[in-house]
Structures are given as C-alpha cells and as structure tokens.
C-alpha cells in the first residue's frame, strides 16, 4: 500500500528516469534474432521486461545482466523450439511482438500471461499474422492468451490496420522479416516508431513515414550497441506531480523525446505548464533531452482527441490527475482503446478519482472532468494497473488528507523504485 500524507513542503531536485520500456522490449527481441551480440545500456529493469527476457530465455536466446547493462547473445534469426510455455505475464508488448517472431519461426509455442493479460484482444494481431501464413490458435475464437502459435514459410503482406496501434505494427513488421516479399503496413495515425528506428539500427531496410512502413523480407540484422533512453511515460508522472505543485522545480534527466511520444508535453503546455526540453541530442536514432518542469503555473481545461491519442495513450491516467486540478472542463475522446489496457482505464480512473471527489464522468471513448476543484484524500486501490497506482499516488500529493493506494505493489510492473524516486523529490529543499 502506498500512503501519501499530503501535501509535500517542497516538490524539486533532479532524477535519473528510468529506461524506457518499449525500447527496452524491443532491444531485447531484435537482440535475441540478430547475429552477434546486443549490448543494452540503462534498460529498464522491471516485471514487463522480465517477462521478455524469460521468453526469449526459453526460446534459446542467453541474456545476462551485469549492472545496468545487458548483453543478448544473438541466435541469427531462428530461435529454438521452447521447452515449456512462454509466459508474457502483464505484458501486451511482449505477447503481441513475441508472436510477430514466432509466426516465422518453424515450431510450435504457446503463450500465455496473468489474468489481465488472458482478457486483453489479441485478434488484432492473430488475423495479420494469420494473413501472412502462421497458423494460430487462440481462447475465445482466436482472440485471447494462450496463443498457440505454428510457425510457417511467411509470405509479405500488405496490411490495412484499422487501429493506430504500435504493437499491431511491430508484430507484423517482426513477422515481415522472415517472409517472402515486401510486406506494407499502413495505420491510420502514426503509432510510436521504436521498431522502425531499432531495426534500421540493427541494418534491416526499411521505408518509414508517417503511417505507412514498406519491409523487404528475408533480411538479417546484426546486433548492436542499444542505449536506451528514460521511459517519458514514467517522466510523465514526475512532470504532473511537478506541474501541480506550487513552488516546484524538476529536472528529469535523459529523456526519451521521440515525436511520436511526446504529445504530454504538448498537452501540459496547453493547459499553461511550464515545461521545457534542455540539451535536445540522439542516442543512436532516438531523440533524448532533459525536461524541466516549473510548478505554479494556473491550469486550464483542454479537449484531447484524434491524432494526438497514440502519442500519448499511456499518459491518460496522470493527465487526468492534472485536468482534475486544472481551472474548466478536460474532455478526453477518441481513445476507447484505454478499456483494453492493463485495466479498463475509462472505468477504472473514472470509480477511483470520483473517490478523491473529482468530478468525473465516464463516456464511451473517454472521460470528462470539471476541475479546479480540492482533491480530498481517500482510500483508493489501483486496480491492478501499474499506472493507475501512480497516478493516483501523484493525486495524493495535492489531496486535503490522508491517500491510500491499495494493491499499489503493481508499480514494480514498470517502475520498481517509483515512491522512492517519488519520496526524494518531496523531501528535497529549496535553496
Ligand atoms: C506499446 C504500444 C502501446 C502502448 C503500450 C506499449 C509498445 O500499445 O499502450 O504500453 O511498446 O508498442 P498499443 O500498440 O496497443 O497502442
């Protein structure tokens, strides 16, 4: 249990964000059927990459951590036939790029996760992989964890996705390389290009542009150096925090600032944050700066929809810590994808910021909240979300009275030292 015993003297100091989970997911994946060695500097060490990294353990692949670093021992393109099942526990990014791999791979495996994870769709990406040749079996027609997959000859396709979705992409475009041909991926918005970007790092040919990817199969990728950048969707709970508490001045430290991440920050200084990207630079291909925060600024109200929802799809539950102290009404729309997360993202935030007495009303494809109202401390639980826990902890900071955060333990799912990192802050002074 987490419990916030609010609010905080002082919200400043510096922090060293912690690796960024897709990157992270995907180092260890493209690492694992690249030739030669991939070594993975600052990834995020939590349950969801452990996940991974047990998979692709049981698919033959040598990982070893050493510090804050990993080496993959890369097999060259086909793994092994696993001795057990693969178990993807939380985590969609695994299940769902982990299947793109084993469509091409000549074995059968089977996949399954936690209890979350066995009610999320997997449809989406069963019917192109299916398109491409694999033959998959699923629970509930196809649809739901365990997955079990027959690896076949793949042939290119050319895939129309009706949902702006990254790990859609990346199980097809993971797929794509071990088929005939040159398969074409097209979304309807741009979803976040960490594949692209890691598999042109990793030497593969690719054509990238705003909603549409072009891969020729058969291609090998050699294994690389990865430095991995701090996960923005982590800073974005730090960045609320800071922007909500009066007198605050944060400093998050080598951040992730891909363009296709980046749309909290656009949002937080709509609604009259300050924020501020310093020292913009590339580690590899992706773009990293430091962000400074500045708190005490007025919030207003802001509608968020469209384009800009898979730029920031895991930022909803703490941008709505933020409309619920901002001055007008926060419409969220378009973003109906938010019930088939972790959690049901739209009910769950909506029982559990009601209890703090925001005013929140549930819609199908979103939410709206009428802020500017005080926060009032309450017993919440996280609904086994990892970022419900820490959006409703960070809620906590600005509630009158005591918060408690049950089954807050899930936090470790992305971000192990979270109230640590959270309780520094707090505790740091002005000088
Ligand atoms: C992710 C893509 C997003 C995101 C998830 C991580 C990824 O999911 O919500 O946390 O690493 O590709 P969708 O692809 O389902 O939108």
Redesign the pocket.
Known sequence: MIIITSPPEHFSGEMDVPGD??IT??ALMLGSIARGVTEVRGFLDAEDCRSTMGCLSTLGATINVRGRRLFVHGKGGQLQAPNAELDAGNS??TA??LAGILAGSHFESKITGDSSLQQRPMK?IVEPLKAMGAEIEGAAGGDKLPLTIKGKNLKAVHYKSP????????AVLLAALYAKGETVFEEPYQ??D??ELMLKHFGAHLIAEAGLVKIKGRQTLQGKQVLVPGDI?TAAFFMVAAAILPGSEVLLKNVGVNPTRTGIIDVLKEMGAHLEIENPRKWGMEPVGNIRVKGGRPLKGVEVRGEII?RL??EIPILAVAAAVAEGETIIGDAS?LR??ESDRISDLACQLSRLDIAISEKEDGFVIRGGKPLKGAEVDSCGDHRIAMALAVAGLVARGETAVNAAEVVAISFPGFMQSLRSLCSKKHH
């Not at 949902?163 to 990346?170: D, E, H, L, M, P």
């Open positions: 989970k897709s997911h995907r969609g990014t769902r790029l989406r949902r702006a979705s990254a790990q859609v992409k990346s979803s976040r960490h594949t969707s898979p799809i895991d994808e088939v997360k």
